[in-house]
């Protein structure tokens, strides 16, 4: 079985301050990790994907991610936040052999000004 | 590109009628998923398309829902008869192959009253 957990329902933080969103996950195999952001009324729009090698992972705008195997995590950072970046964020993974994404709850980022 | 395209974008319906999502995805891909995304259960796979194949449909919830897709360019989901808990919102994504990046269309919004 596969799983993402997304220990935050919501990270506040200053426009200019660094940012973390954090994910955990748990899989049989290699882990594929992905990040996904979804503003209002809109659909999943893909940030960037862990397969294997660098454990930095550098995605769409300025997001970058760190994959690290002993913790079983890949946290999202951002080195200054941006107000536009207020959005709901979604870890998910996948078993190298599969398709199915298991996706985490979400979590609510607010960038205040 | 045009993206994964979904419609309709809203639907309100009343309880017992059929409700018919559409998608087209991406040119080329030949992997299409559903997901239905609430806010009890967050994002959960509904069904999974291989070259127009119905490769895994455990998500589907019961016999009330089912899913086509009669050729690699359009996929329909359909339920029927309709419950007020299958408001949700509705996402079709799509992939080159069932491991590759999932690109998700915009939604749709479903209210059964």
């Known amino acids: 079985a596969q799983s993402v957990a997304q220990p935050e329902d919501q990270v506040n933080v200053a426009e200019g301050n660094p940012l973390t969103v954090k994910c955990t996950y748990s899989?049989?195999?290699?882990?594929?990790l992905f990040w996904y952001v979804q503003y209002p009324n809109r659909g999943l729009q893909f940030l960037l994907k862990y397969i294997t090698g660098d454990n930095l992972v550098k995605g769409s705008y300025g997001f970058e991610a760190e994959f690290n195997k002993s913790q079983t995590s890949f946290h999202l950072k951002k080195p200054s936040a941006l107000v536009s970046d207020s959005a709901l964020y979604f870890c998910?993974?996948?078993?190298?052999?599969?398709?199915?994404?298991?996706f985490g709850k979400g979590t609510s980022l607010l960038v205040t000004p | 590109d045009a993206g994964v395209i979904q419609s309709p974008r809203h639907e309100v319906t009343e309880m017992g009628q059929e409700v018919t999502l559409r998608c087209k995805p991406i040119?080329?891909?030949?992997?299409l998923f559903w997901y239905r995304q609430t806010m009890m259960r967050g994002l959960e796979l509904l069904i999974y398309?291989?070259?127009?194949?119905?490769?895994?449909d455990s998500g589907m919830p019961e016999d009330r829902f089912s899913a086509k897709m009669p050729n690699a360019s359009f996929s329909t989901l359909k339920i029927q008869p309709s419950e007020p808990r299958d408001s949700a919102v509705y996402f079709c994504?799509?992939?080159?192959?069932?491991?590759?990046?999932?690109?998700f269309g915009p939604g749709t919004r479903l209210t059964v009253l």
């Open positions: 994504a799509s992939s080159l192959g069932g491991g590759d990046t999932q690109y």
């Open positions: 899989v049989s195999g290699n882990p594929y």
């Open positions: 998910a993974v996948r078993a190298n052999s599969g398709y199915a994404l298991n």
């Open positions: 040119s080329g891909h030949n992997s």
């Open positions: 398309f291989n070259n127009n194949v119905p490769i895994d």
